[in-house]
């Protein structure tokens, strides 16, 4: 079995070391006996949806996105027909906001993919800090680290999770990031995959299932971020309560 991963733009959305999450998708596929390979596509690059199983969108100043967005008009219906086709896609903070309609910032619309109904405003103030989260996707919370200035509403959409600790979507609705088909858009940092091994074999899972049927990962040992994630639980939730 091989899962090839598409990084896409990695020079410009690549913030707070979200290509820690090919990292982990490469050795969790690799310490498991399946190939994996990444593929870097910069701007101008031609992008063959057809070879790829995992798409990585990374987070980016509103600067840089406001540059990808002219590079994305190119890609957005084939990108489209491989979301509806079941394809894989993480999309952390900025590259979450670009699968929506549009990211309304105080400098003008920049313009989004399409490929979910949903979209992003500014508001006073960023949302910054360490953000824990409820997820119907993984028994453990949920961590990592969210900034931004967008508020994304989601209209109606399965959430990747509820926000135990932290602003998430729109610091009001009490709910972080989105679910559709194999897409996952979230704002949480980190990155996200070292972090919540769980979610990382979620993607490896669907991406497999989609090209050789299902599939029943090997266990590996998470036995330090399993305490890590607890530890972090009860230090900011449980605490609390
Ligand atoms: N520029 C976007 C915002 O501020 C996304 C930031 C990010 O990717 N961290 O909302």
């Known amino acids: 079995m091989k899962i090839t991963i598409g990084h896409l733009y990695p020079d410009l ?47 980016g100043s509103d600067r840089e996105q406001r540059i990808v967005c002219k590079e994305l008009k190119k890609i ?18 900025g590259g979450y906001q670009l699968l929506g309609k549009y990211y309304q910032t105080d400098e003008g619309v920049i313009e989004g993919l399409k490929l979910l109904n ?20 993984s028994k453990l919370p949920v961590v990592g680290f969210e900034n931004h200035r967008g508020r994304t509403y989601i209209n109606g959409y399965r959430p990747l999770g509820k926000v135990l600790y932290g602003a998430g979507n729109d610091g009001r609705s009490g709910y972080e990031g989105v679910i559709y088909k194999n897409v996952i858009g979230t704002y949480l940092h980190g990155p996200l995959l070292p972090k919540n091994p769980r979610i990382c074999d979620y993607l490896l899972e669907k991406a497999l299932e989609r090209k050789y ?26 605490g609390r309560r």
Do not use: H, P
């Open 13 to 59: 959305l690549n913030l707070y070391g979200d290509r820690g999450n090919i990292a982990c998708m490469m050795r969790r596929c690799l310490w498991r006996g399946i190939q994996a390979e990444t593929i870097e596509f910069n701007m101008g690059d031609s992008i063959d949806f057809s070879k790829l199983d995992i798409i990585l969108l990374g987070g």
């Open 76 to 93: 957005k219906e084939r990108f489209q027909d491989y979301v509806e086709d079941m394809g894989v896609v993480i999309a952390v903070c």
């Open 118 to 137: 949903i979209y992003t405003e500014q508001d006073e103030g960023r949302l910054i800090g360490n953000i824990i989260l409820e997820s119907e996707l």
């Open 213 to 238: 049927g299902a599939v029943s990962l090997k266990k590996l040992d998470d036995r330090l971020e399993s305490a890590a994630n607890e530890y972090i639980f009860r230090r900011f939730v449980k």
